[in-house]
């Protein structure tokens, strides 16, 4: 008889849930839906897609993370609360999605680092790394009383391997890119990132280009308040793994900002010539029309 | 976090403690001078009467403003060398550009070296610190830990050897405000007294130079020493009785 009751409860509460794409199979992370998808999980999705954009590019000298931190409010410090951490001298991430979750994602990611050095004595390579954060982020949509995490991850490694970008995503699979995107702009970013001849990309030049591009896909009339964070690991940081330094950073996001306010004056210079274009094509009728009408008296 | 250097509640190994040292390292010389400190030791790891490690690095860079040097037990120098290396990088990864200080880790090491000796397991080293304050008026660091915990800080310092040979010289010739040159002079001569006396020393040295620009940690170097001293070319105990 429990087992009825409760059953009754949760048929009560699918129909009364909102008639969505999920209903009734998307309350628990650990529950698939008839057509075998895991609901929570893409939900988890959603939520990096509401977020800022963050870019990654993997560069044949090293890697370049950036991330358009949208900011709540103006009374925040400059600098605080950053989207790119280190995890090894040689290894760091950039976080897409809710940054808490995202931080959780780092310090698992530090142990996993610092362990694998203890052990093996070397730092530990790109690809095992991702393979760690990926069983963390993938265990985490394994039951019920944990929900998947709210972020996905860019992670930026120049070890023994080489430059490798790998992007982590809630449902816990791991991809390695020459570039990648995710957050608000991924669309526009992702074809903007498709014209690069990756193969051939300075780390300098990559900063250059992740800024550009998040400045092409930054929403001003929606975010106003925002902050470009930029982190690189390369021959010139030494592999050290390093926010992009200040006048490289400034070069990059000011050359950026003028391409964004050139695109902007351009657009606006369009809009007024159809304006004028539509309005003089109102005043000919007007015109067309009073002579119509003292033809016609 | 799993770190092997915390100690384990639940081990059921039998319980070991150091009694003797195996491969030792000779004496570590360092003084303060006008930019900063020098510190000296040779790169020799000795078992027993062999020479058996003749390129062994006894002065390591910490972080970018402290280094530290070591004699004795040189698997113990490796032990505390990665435990330093550990707190280092935890100080990397908070990314807030504060590093631990030279005086914060001499303090670390001393509450470490004190730990080890009272549960009589002590880690064989007497340990040097040096190190330079961040900043425009960074004050000059240098202190010393042995296998007891006992601690002081102080201007010049030998370890081993060193105590009874080099201190004597060091004090009667240093001054406060040593260029790097006469700093460096002053301490390659006393290692040079010493590779003569200390049957456990060898003649290659590193030097490690901490100043406001940094650490840096010198390749190994050869000292120039004379072999043609009257005494050894015509021993005493050949000489006549009446001269």
């Given at each position: 008889r429990k087992t009825t009751e409760r059953r009754k409860k949760l048929d009560c509460a699918r129909s009364e849930t909102?008639?969505?794409?999920?209903?009734?199979?998307?309350?628990?992370?650990?529950t698939f839906s008839?057509?075998?998808?895991l609901f929570q999980v893409e939900y988890a999705s959603k939520a990096v897609d509401q977020m800022g954009t963050t870019l990654g590019l993997c560069c044949k000298d090293g890697v370049v993370v950036g991330v358009e931190k949208l900011v709540q409010s103006r009374m925040l410090v400059k600098g605080?609360?950053?989207r790119v951490m280190a995890v090894d001298t040689q290894a760091g991430i950039a976080i897409g999605g809710l940054a808490a979750d995202g931080r959780q994602i780092v310090n698992r990611a530090r142990q996993e680092a610092t362990s694998y050095r203890d052990f093996y004595g070397v730092p530990i390579q790109g690809k095992v790394l991702a393979d760690r954060i990926s069983m963390q982020m993938h265990m985490y949509t394994l039951y019920w009383f944990m929900r998947p995490a709210g972020c996905s991850v860019l992670l930026a490694s120049y070890a023994s391997d080489g430059p490798q970008l790998y992007m982590v995503d809630p449902s816990g699979s791991s991809w390695g890119y020459h570039g990648c995107a995710m957050g608000k702009g991924k669309q526009i970013a992702k074809t903007e990132l498709e014209?690069?001849?990756?193969?051939?990309?300075t780390c300098r030049e990559a900063v250059k280009a992740i800024a550009d591009i998040i400045y092409q896909v930054h929403d001003d009339t929606k975010d106003k308040l925002w902050e470009l964070e930029m982190g690189w690991v390369c021959d010139e940081s030494k592999r050290v793994f390093e926010p992009v330094p200040r006048d490289v950073l400034k070069e990059a996001e000011d050359a950026a900002k003028a391409k964004a306010d050139a695109e902007k004056e351009r657009e606006k210079a369009k809009k007024e010539e159809e304006l004028k274009k539509k309005a003089e094509k109102a005043a000919e009728k007007e015109k067309e029309k009073t002579e119509m009408e003292v033809d016609k008296a | 976090m799993t770190s092997r250097f915390q100690a384990a509640s639940s081990e059921v190994s039998p319980i070991q403690h150091t009694v003797s040292p195996y491969v030792v390292g000779a004496s570590v010389l360092a003084i303060k001078y006008r930019d900063g400190v020098m510190m000296i030791a040779d790169t020799m790891g000795s078992y027993g009467n062999m020479a058996r490690f003749?390129?062994?690095?006894?002065l390591h860079k910490v972080n970018s403003t402290t280094a530290m040097g070591a004699s004795g037990e040189l698997s113990d120098l490796q032990y505390i060398r990665d435990m330093l290396e550990e707190l280092t990088l935890g100080d990397f990864q908070q990314d807030d550009g504060s590093q631990l200080t030279a005086k914060e880790v001499h303090s670390y090491l001393a509450r470490v070296l004190y730990n080890r000796r009272s549960r009589v397991n002590p880690l064989w080293n007497e340990l040097v610190v040096a190190g330079v304050e961040p900043g425009p008026n960074g004050q000059a660091f240098l202190g010393t830990v042995d296998l007891y915990g006992s601690n002081y800080e102080e201007d010049i310092i030998a370890t081993g050897y060193g105590q009874y040979i080099a201190m004597p010289l060091l004090r009667r010739e240093w001054r406060a405000d040593m260029t790097k040159q006469e700093a460096r002079t002053l301490l390659e001569k006393c290692m040079t007294v010493l590779f003569y006396r200390?049957?456990?020393?060898?003649n290659r040295y590193t030097l490690s130079d901490v100043t406001a620009d940094g650490v840096d940690i010198s390749e190994p170097f050869e000292l120039e020493v004379k072999w043609n001293y009257k005494q050894f070319v015509v021993p005493t105990a050949q000489q006549s009785l009446v001269q």
């Open positions: 909102m008639s969505g794409i999920g209903t009734g199979y998307d309350l628990a992370s650990d008839p057509d075998g998808r605080t609360s950053g014209k690069l001849s990756l193969g051939e990309l | 003749k390129d062994f690095h006894r200390h049957c456990r020393q060898i």
